[in-house]
């Protein structure tokens, strides 16, 4: 199977005090920043788009800080995947 480029909107719920969440969202969000991935931070959620791989590892370590930062975290995934690349731009083309 090829290496598609793909999208997936990423929330990530860390189970902590009101102040140390935002802080951990902070780190991951600086995470996704470094990636070097296309990306869109929202109010409830950051989008990214990149090669499969490249989107999983760093869900992946978007895990691996917020378990860092925080004893608990919820990550909500949304991921649109073809038999092609999929890009941000054919979502919103119409807009």
Not at 49 to 65: P, R
Request: some cysteine; glycine content about 4%.
């Amino acid at each position: 199977m090829s290496d598609f480029t793909i999208n997936a909107a990423i929330q990530l719920l860390p189970i902590d005090t009101e102040q140390k969440r935002w802080d951990v969202v902070d780190k991951a969000i600086s995470l996704i920043q470094q990636s070097g991935l296309k990306y869109k931070v929202c109010p409830f959620e950051t989008v990214v788009e990149g090669k499969s791989a490249d989107v999983f590892a760093l869900i992946d370590g978007i895990k691996n800080i917020a378990l860092q930062n925080s004893n608990e975290i919820l990550i909500n995934i949304k991921i649109h995947a073809a038999n092609r690349d999929v890009y941000f731009e054919e979502k919103l083309e119409k807009y």
